[in-house]
């Protein structure tokens, strides 16, 4: 299985950055996409964007432009880099990944347990 650690949040002001890391580890063949999700107090879980193993990535249109994606393969670690950063960011960040196990080599998706960012104006 792997177990996916979300790190990096905290308070920031509106206008400031955050970079997130969200690290994996544990028993896996292989990971394959990555993505970041996110949910504001009070609503629903949100994709914010993803990346694939070669590094090609999608977002939300509410933060394109704003926050990069990226991935270091050889450390099982995906970042996001969250910059201009406004009141409506502020929730709980999750990261997400698609892994094939060991045994069997079944494809299976792993959740982290999130981490809280707060921005303040």
């Known amino acids: 299985q792997v177990q996916l650690v979300e790190s990096g949040g905290g308070l ?58 990226s991935r270091d393969n050889a450390k099982n670690t995906m970042y996001l880099q969250m910059n201009s950063l406004e009141r409506e960011d502020t929730g709980v960040y999750y990261c997400a990944a698609d892994y094939r196990t060991l045994n069997l080599g079944r494809l299976l998706d792993a959740w982290g347990q999130g981490t809280l960012v707060t921005v303040s104006s």
């Open 12 to 69: 920031v002001q509106a206008g400031g950055s955050l970079r997130l890391s969200c690290a994996a580890s544990g028993r896996f063949s292989s990971i394959y996409a990555m993505a970041w999700h996110r949910q504001a107090p009070g609503k629903q879980r949100e994709w914010v964007g993803n990346i694939n193993t070669a590094g090609n990535t999608n977002y939300a249109d509410s933060v394109k432009g704003r926050f990069t994606i």
